[in-house]
């Protein structure tokens, strides 16, 4: 539901359903608070389904509601991405070498930053914590590839 459309709206109701209004982009969505209803679709579903912001690709909006109130805003930008290189033991015992390409990815709207690999997206506060979660979950590891994105 939430990689579909460049900016979407979800409003979160009493009655545990989650309005949801879809647009082609953050500009559309702003065409549409200015009066003109430019949705490209409409939704209703229930709260119980467990939506996890921090694994939209960059740069679409996820704009959260509470009974019509704006609670919060979600827009990844990746800051800096990476490959690195560490082992890991196989059902043999033995080490093999495996790489890893990851991404850290910033959230515009607050400080927290995001570990994004093809499986993982963990939310962390600062860098630190960032590389002490590579340290614990890859071990030694060595940076073979990196670009910043500023």
Known sequence: MLEEF?????????????????????????KFLSGLNCRQGMG???SDEILEFNKIEDGKLIVVQDNGVETAR?????I?????????????GKLEKKSLTFRIRKNIFSHDLNFFTENI?????????????IKK?????????????L
């Open 44 to 46: 209703l579903f229930n």
């Open 6 to 30: 460049g900016c979407i709206v979800l409003n979160y109701t009493n009655n545990n359903l989650i309005e949801v209004d879809y647009f082609y982009s953050e500009p559309m969505y702003e």
């Open 121 to 133: 997206s963990e939310d962390f506060s600062n860098i630190t914590a960032i590389k002490n979660y």
């Open 80 to 92: 800096f991405k990476a490959v690195i290189d560490y082992k890991k033991e196989n059902k043999e």
């Open 74 to 78: 979600f827009r990844f930008i990746t």
């Open 137 to 149: 979950e890859f071990g030694n590891h060595r940076l073979i590839d990196w670009n910043i994105f």
